[in-house]
């Protein structure tokens, strides 16, 4: 019993380190241009879907890693310079619609080219298998999956919080009239952001899709764990981004060996009980 709370305990974290990268991108979306995107998910379906089709047509699961990322983020940069941008100066209402409607648009385009059958997706050969530590069997790819996730986490860490351009973004949320000011491009600073979070979320995908599976409506159940991650953590913050998806993991993980059809409940039941304690969250700067 032990030997399976632990490698449970383990699988939470790696399900963790996939919500911590949706809901870091999310984050600095929300936290730098103070855009609630509810299409969140939906460029997390795609970072699944454009790497189910590389690996159809070429079999080389390592170019998903690279490639899918890139696409999933340009489509994100053209979706921030033709729609969004367009209602920074409106109500958070016109946001949320917008973004709503992407998300459902896009959803029902992946069901035209994909059908509504879900795909399977398998892991590289070389991370097939599992690896005994202590007479306990982890799964390779969930190792890697966890790896890397924290290699990227903590590279985004250091890109906004001790780089130059992490200084130009933090300064640009905070007055953007006056960064324009001394000449930096604040809408480009924009662009580019929103293009790196969307590719976070298409890189998350990539990573979740042989563990989970690919469906149409993947994007949609994602967004709302997604949303509570990032209330848990609290808007607006890097490090609680991080906190709260690891929590949800965690506690999802956890409550499978017990209630397996409350894995999913859980996640909002921990949020409603620390909203009750902490309005903003665990570490939230915003309300």
Not at 3 to 20: D, E, H, K, P, R
Not at 118 to 133: C, D, H, R, W
Request: aromatic letters at 12%; hydrophobic letters at 60%; one cysteine or more.
């Amino acid at each position: 019993m032990f030997n399976l709370i632990i490698a449970q305990a383990f699988n939470g974290l790696v399900l963790g380190m996939i919500y911590v990268l949706l809901a870091m991108s999310l984050t600095i979306v929300w936290g730098m241009m103070g855009i609630i995107n509810f299409s969140h998910g939906l460029f997390f379906a795609l970072g699944a879907y454009f790497a189910y089709t590389l690996v159809t047509v070429t079999g080389n699961f390592w170019l998903c890693l690279v490639i899918v990322p890139l696409a999933v983020g340009l489509i994100g940069m053209l979706i921030e310079y033709t729609l969004l941008r367009r209602l920074y100066s409106l109500s958070v209402l016109y946001q949320v619609l917008m973004t709503f409607g992407i998300a459902i648009a896009g959803q029902e385009v992946i069901i035209l080219f994909y059908n509504p059958i879900g795909k399977s997706f398998y892991p590289p050969e070389v991370l097939s298998g599992a690896i005994s530590i202590g007479g306990i069997f982890f799964p390779k790819y969930r190792i890697f999956v966890f790896i890397i996730s924290a290699f990227l986490t903590f590279g985004m860490w250091l890109f906004i919080e001790k780089t130059k351009y992490g200084s130009i973004i933090r300064a640009g949320t905070e007055d953007s009239e006056m960064v324009n000011c001394v000449g930096i491009n604040i809408p480009k600073i924009f662009l580019l952001i929103f293009g790196l979070a969307m590719a976070i979320a298409g890189f998350s995908g990539v990573l979740a899709a042989p563990i989970r599976g690919i469906e149409p409506y993947m994007g949609l159940v994602i967004m709302g764990i997604c949303f509570a991650v990032v209330v848990i953590g609290g808007m607006g913050s890097f490090i609680g981004s991080i906190v709260g998806g690891l929590i949800a993991g965690m506690s999802q993980s956890l409550v499978t060996l017990i209630v397996p059809s409350a894995s999913i409940v859980v996640i909002y039941l921990v949020m409603a009980v620390i909203l009750l304690i902490r309005t903003r969250g665990l570490m939230g700067i915003r309300d």
